[in-house]
Structure formats: structure tokens, C-alpha cells
């Protein structure tokens, strides 16, 4: 599969990265490494999003080349492009209206590099592994396979802030030994300090920020005895505390904190709706959760659009807690299992 994926790459002059929209350190790390990558190979890549790098990633080398506009150059670019190519994301409504609209101009072949769930059918070729850690591992696999020397230290940023990002800091259930030995290879060549990377993702808030901890966590709600917990930040608290919504979602890490909470959920009120992002630990899958709602996701983390005022919103999130919840305790006994059970209980005198 990656030695196919290479083949496209070596076979075509022109890409075109998109990630999705609000990019997360997963999408830009990605794309900025498959970005250098396929540069150093000799190519010609456009690195073209609907929405601008946050301010907690846009240090990292090469953000500088994104494009975001619908200008008359990039959508030149994009029409003239011999392959499209998608990191992060595989739905084309992810990509956001500026890519979509682009993605209108462009006829040729396009490619799907990813590690979420169900993707669209639209793609011509398809690298993906939902059980990987995150799309920056993948990009990893595929340009190591070509030549592990290949990666050099903006590259090595790049992918390391991906995979720290998308595994919540090495803690997600998706952190294996493998994981930790592409980490190690990343440092060896010459990755930005851990504590630099941290710092700028996670440890660069407002000072308004701590005001919207405070609004928000007025409202914390527990249910099913704690195991559940939900959070809404509305757009009244936005504006009161001043806080870009894209800050906002760290709040959900703060709600995990929390001892005895296995799953959460947090509204935000957005200009035409509400996004619902949804976190969990161990074996409660909330991508289940987040798909009665027309989203998506992992297992430990996922998200949904819906398109409501924020009361029908919570009304609508809360009335499918009941299944969730029953799905996942109601799981029935392997049948070699229940038998051997069966005949423990058979043995009895
Ligand atoms: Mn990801």
C-alpha cells in the first residue's frame, strides 16, 4: 500500500494538500511534512486550507506557505494540479467552503491520506488505517518507507506535534510501543524540544481565558453518577470573556480532569449552530455517541455539527445518552465464555 502510494507521488508533478477546516496539530502537522516531502522529491505542492492556522501551531516551519484564500492564483493552482490530495479528513463538507469550492476546478485523481472512520467514495487512492494514532503516523510510514533519512528536523516538528496532539500528550489508547519509537526517531532528527512544542499548543492561552473557565464551569453538569459530564459555552460567553471559540475546545481536557468522568460532552455555540465534541476514556466508544448526531470520529474522541439553537442542541445530545450507555453495558458474554461459565455453575454439588 505506501509503495503504491509513493508510485502516485512519483508518477505526478503537481499536488495539491488540503486538511480540513478549524485544523487541528494533526491536520497541519501532516500536511506541512507530506508538504516537505513531496518538495524534496522534486514536485510541486500547493498547501491550500478554507481556514488560517491558529495561532498555537503557526510557528512551526513551512505554516508560513499555507494558502487560504479563494484567489484567482491558488484556484489556477488547483485546476492545473495533476492530484488532490486530503489529509485528516475524508468528507469533502470537512474541508470547509473555501476548499470545496476550489475542489469544484479540479477533475484529476484524488487521494485520501487518513486515519478517521468511513470515508467518502470520492477518493481515487486511499492510505489509511483507522486504528492509527493519527495521519502524521501514516505520513511517517509512508515517507519512511521511501528513505527514513528523509526526515529532517521541520519535518520531524512537524509529525511530532501531529502525534503529541492527536494522542492528547502520549495517553490516548492508541499509544503503542510503535508510537513511542517514531517519537524517538523524531528527536534523533532533530525534532523541537517537547517542552517547546507543548508550550506553544498548550501552554500559550489568553489572558481572557481563565474568564471563560469561570462562565463555563458555572454550568458543569454531572449524570449517571458522575460518569458523564457536560459543559456549554455559548456564544454570550465568548463575547463576555473574549475568547475565540478555536481556544475554547481545551476546555474539554479540564472536564476529563475531573475524577470519576469517563465520557463528556461540550456544546459550543458557533454563528449557525453548535459543535458538540465529545471525549471518553477506555472502552466507551463516543463515535457511536457523535454519529446519532451526523458526526464522527474516534473511539475516545469525536465531534458532530448541528444545526440548531444550543437548547435543542443539549435536548437532542442528551436524549441519546440512554443507548450509549446501554450499549456498552449490556454487552453480552463471548459464547466460549458463557459456556465455560455455564459449566462452573454445572460442577456445583
Ligand atoms: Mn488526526
Redesign the pocket.
Same mark, same amino acid.
Do not use: K, L, V
Given at each position: 500500500m505506501l509503495k503504491r502510494i509513493l508510485g502516485v507521488l512519483h508518477d505526478h508533478d503537481r499536488f495539491v494538500i488540503t486538511t480540513h477546516k478549524r485544523p487541528?496539530g =494533526?491536520?497541519i502537522g501532516?500536511q506541512l511534512a507530506l508538504g516537505k516531502f513531496i518538495n524534496a522529491l522534486g514536485k510541486e505542492v500547493l498547501l491550500f486550507n478554507s481556514d488560517p492556522i491558529p495561532t498555537t501551531l503557526d510557528w512551526i516551519k513551512g505554516s508560513e506557505e499555507v494558502q487560504t484564500g479563494n484567489t484567482l492564483e491558488n484556484l489556477e493552482s488547483v485546476s492545473k494540479a495533476d492530484v488532490f490530495i486530503v489529509v485528516?479528513a475524508n468528507t469533502r463538507d470537512r474541508l470547509g467552503t473555501t476548499v470545496e469550492r476550489a475542489l469544484d476546478l479540479f477533475t484529476g485523481p484524488t487521494l485520501l491520506i487518513?486515519?478517521?472512520t468511513a470515508p467518502e467514495s470520492w477518493f481515487t487512492w486511499m492510505l489509511r488505517d483507522e486504528h492509527a494514532a493519527?495521519?502524521?503516523e501514516l505520513v511517517y510510514d509512508l515517507i519512511c518507507t521511501y528513505d527514513p533519512k528523509m526526515i529532517d528536523a521541520d519535518i520531524a516538528t512537524a509529525l511530532y506535534t501531529?502525534i503529541m496532539t =492527536?494522542t492528547g500528550s502520549f495517553r490516548f489508547s492508541t499509544v503503542t510501543p510503535k508510537i513511542h519509537q517514531i517519537i524517538a526517531h523524531l528527536l534523533e532528527c532533530g525534532c523541537t524540544s517537547p517542552q517547546v512544542v507543548y508550550g506553544h499548543v498548550y501552554e500559550n492561552h489568553s489572558h481572557a481565558w481563565p474568564r471563560l473557565v469561570s462562565l463555563v464551569f458555572r454550568g458543569l453538569t454531572f449524570l449517571n453518577e458522575g460518569k458523564v459530564a457536560y459543559v456549554t459555552v455559548t456564544r454570550h460567553m465568548l463575547d463576555v470573556s473574549g475568547v475565540d471559540h478555536g481556544e475554547s475546545h481545551q476546555m474539554s481536557d479540564l472536564v476529563m480532569s475531573i475524577a470519576g468522568v469517563e465520557v463528556m460532552l461540550m456544546l459550543t455555540e458557533l454563528s449557525h449552530g453548535v459543535k458538540a465534541s465529545f471525549r471518553s476514556k477506555g472502552d466507551h466508544h463516543v463515535d457511536g455517541w457523535a454519529r446519532t448526531l451526523g458526526g464522527g470520529g474516534h473511539q475516545n474522541a469525536a465531534g458532530a455539527y448541528i444545526e440548531t439553537s444550543m437548547e435543542d442542541a443539549l435536548d437532542l445530545a442528551l436524549n441519546s445518552i440512554p443507548d450509549f450507555f446501554k450499549d456498552k453495558t449490556t454487552t453480552n458474554l463471548l459464547e466460549d465464555d458463557q459456556s465455560y461459565l455455564n459449566e462452573l455453575i454445572g460442577m456445583k454439588p
Open positions: 487541528d =494533526d491536520a501532516s485528516d487518513d486515519h478517521h493519527a495521519t502524521s501531529g =492527536d
